[in-house]
């Protein structure tokens, strides 16, 4: 997977994809609720597979688009986090 410097959240790119409209009014034209779509775009929950259909179909963008960006943004942020080094499995003999 090529990585990328500080993907954005999708979040990100969804308000000024959806800048004008109203939260209350996207929720329900997607069939979310109001509290799950508000909480993707203000970057507090991923971008779900679901969600991913839902956007690329009222958005028509391909129905990975979405849910690559929020794999992308997970991968960078884990990669960054500090953690213990797993050692390499022995070989079967």
């Not at 997977?1 to 939260?23: C, T, W, Y």
């Not at 203000?42 to 028509?60: D, I």
């Amino acid at each position: 997977m090529s990585q990328m410097h500080n993907p954005a959240h999708p979040g990100e790119v969804l308000k000024e994809v959806f800048e004008g409209r109203s939260i209350t009014e996207l929720a329900k034209h997607l069939g979310v609720s109001r509290v799950a779509l508000s909480r993707v775009l203000n970057c507090r929950a991923a971008v779900s597979a679901e969600m991913s259909l839902r956007l690329s179909e009222a958005l028509g963008t391909s129905p990975d688009m979405w849910f690559k960006m929020q794999t992308n943004y997970d991968f960078w942020q884990a990669s960054q986090r500090k953690r213990k080094r797993v050692a390499p499995l022995p070989k079967v003999a």
